[in-house]
């Protein structure tokens, strides 16, 4: 997969979490914003090579599904730690988002925890997928 790739999946993730929390699946919306999360900073790493693909398998540190030490291996923890400095929304928002794991497709979930993860995503100014697209 290449960046372009994982840029279109972000967004078509983004927009399945919005489709499953109105169908009332409460706990698909809240993996699958999580999974549009991981997306956008697979774009990133990819973009930080020479072709704009994703590392091979060789580089077992990017195939995580930790969002945070995604982050790190995006490269973008200087940036990161700025824009929470000056955007306390941001901020906000990546404390909800960074708790995501990928076990969560094994877990139930309830509408309050969708909606706090789809609000932290869905921010037009201060979301995390926001700024991760002014990055990748």
């Not at 609000?119 to 990055?135: F, T």
Request: glycine share 6%; net charge negative; with cysteine.
């Amino acid at each position: 997969m290449n960046r372009t790739d994982f840029q279109s999946l972000a967004i078509e993730r983004l927009l399945d979490a919005d489709a499953l929390f109105t169908a009332g699946r409460y706990a698909g919306a809240y993996y699958v914003s999580g999974y549009a999360i991981e997306c956008a900073l697979k774009a990133r790493i990819a973009r930080k090579t020479e072709k704009g693909d994703f590392p091979t398998r060789h580089a077992p540190k990017y195939y995580t599904h930790n969002l945070e030490d995604l982050m790190k291996s995006a490269g973008l923890v200087p940036e990161f730690e700025e824009e929470k400095k000056k955007d306390s929304a941001f901020e906000v928002n990546w404390a909800i988002v960074k708790d995501w794991t990928e076990e969560a497709r094994y877990e139930s979930c309830g509408q309050q925890q969708a909606e706090e993860i789809l609000a932290a995503v869905k921010d037009p100014e201060h979301g995390v997928p926001q700024w991760l697209k002014r990055n990748w």
